[in-house]
């Protein structure tokens, strides 16, 4: 199983992101699927999830600002992110939540950084 962020990047605030996780190995489909975020010198906290069926969760603190979907036939899930803001700056991370028997898998993670 493999899940491979991209997309990060150095942007000043109020630009725009696109992160991508692509995935190989599970039954993307059936799973839901998540981003979390890591700041320097911070615990990783969650961002936004998307279930199977494309309901969708967000943080407080990135609603109305951030977009998660995914693309089943790419086995693929995004993160729009607009508005973005210098407290947004983290390593994001691709997340497959642990389902019942099946595992949970994290991506390598992807450098995100918002200047002032």
């Known amino acids: 199983v493999q899940l491979v962020e991209s997309g990060g990047g150095l942007v000043q605030a109020g630009e725009s992101l696109k992160l991508s996780c692509a995935t190989s190995?599970?039954?993307?489909?059936?799973?839901?699927m998540a981003w979390y975020r890591q700041a320097p010198g911070k615990s990783r906290e969650y961002v936004a999830s998307?279930?199977?069926?494309?309901?969708?969760n967000y943080a407080d603190s990135v609603k109305g600002r951030f977009t998660i979907s995914r693309d089943n036939a790419k086995m693929t899930m995004y993160l729009q992110m607009s508005s973005l803001k210098p407290e947004d700056t983290a390593v994001y991370y691709c997340?497959?939540?642990?389902?019942?028997?099946?595992?949970?898998?994290w991506g390598q993670g992807t450098q995100v950084a918002v200047s002032s």
């Open positions: 998307i279930t199977s069926g494309g309901s969708t």
């Open positions: 997340n497959a939540p642990k389902v019942g028997a099946m595992s949970i898998y």
């Open positions: 190995g599970l039954i993307f489909s059936i799973r839901p």
